[in-house]
Nanobody, 123 residues
Framework: QVQLVESGGGLVQAGDPLSLACAASGRTADMYMVAWFRQAPGKEREFVAGIRLSHNITRYADSVKGRFTLSREDAKNTVFLQMKRLKPDDTAVYYC????????????????WGQGTQVTVSS
């Protein structure tokens, strides 16, 4: 089992930056990929960004390319999502996920999920 804990959410103004962290514990060797998803009220959970840990390959949703960046601190088993130029449309609960053998945008293939952290961007 892998346990994931997100942190760093909050209320910011449009254009501000914010950084989220996903800290993993347990059988971290089973993580393979770490991805961020988000879910706004009334909408489906959508892929934001992901990283294949073994090769450091990243993938971003078109809506966040150029604004969001993934980074990692292996010593702390933590993956960061650095968000810049935030927009009101970025408002959602952000979830960290792991355990998929492929870097997929489909949430159903991920085995492990964090509890989520709220990001609210005011206009």
């Amino acid at each position: 089992q892998v346990q994931l804990v997100e942190s760093g959410g909050g209320l910011v103004q449009a254009g501000d930056p914010l950084s989220l962290a996903c800290a993993a514990s347990g059988r971290t060797a089973d993580m393979y990929m770490v991805a961020w998803f988000r879910q706004a009220p009334g909408k489906e959970r959508e892929f934001v960004a992901g990283i294949r840990l073994s090769h450091n390959i990243t993938r971003y949703a078109d809506s966040v390319k150029g604004r969001f960046t993934l980074s990692r601190e292996d010593a702390k088993n933590t993956v960061f999502l650095q968000m810049k130029r935030l927009k009101p449309d970025d408002t959602a609960v952000y979830y960290c996920a792991a355990g998929s053998p492929v870097l997929s945008t489909d949430p159903v293939v991920y085995d492990y999920w964090g509890q989520g952290t709220q990001v609210t961007v005011s206009s």
